[in-house]
């Protein structure tokens, strides 16, 4: 009759080896160099929101930083807590520097179409 339960448990003489244990990787904790202030966040939330209006949409926005189009949106909402990589790269698509975006002193103009100047 057969065993329907081989191959068993490991360890007997004619089982074969066990495979190796996979290595548990530790999880990484984010660098404190990279967080915001609760008004720093407040601004860049601002920012993306100013530059989505300037740019015409967020597609436009993401094809200039370089962030996917789902992430700006999650960052322009009230309740998200934008990190200082994504402010590096809005500030760097505003051509400002990080300082102004983070002190909440952006100023975005947008381009007034069919008016003389």
């Not at 590096?88 to 909440?104: C, K, S, T, W, Y």
Request: net charge positive; aromatic share 4%; with cysteine.
């Amino acid at each position: 009759m057969h065993d329907l339960s081989w191959p068993g448990s490991y360890g007997q003489e004619n089982d074969p080896p066990c495979p190796p244990a996979e290595p548990e990787t530790p999880r990484r904790r984010k660098s404190g160099a990279l967080m915001l202030s609760e008004g720093e966040a407040r601004h860049v939330r601002v920012a993306v929101r100013k530059l989505r209006r300037a740019f015409g949409s967020f597609r436009a926005l993401s094809a200039m930083t370089g962030i996917p189009a789902s992430a700006l949106r999650r960052a322009a909402n009230p309740k998200s807590s934008p990190t200082g990589t994504l402010a590096i790269r809005i500030a760097a698509a505003a051509g400002v520097a990080v300082e102004v975006l983070l002190g909440g002193k952006l100023v975005v103009t947008t381009p007034v179409i069919g008016r003389a100047a």
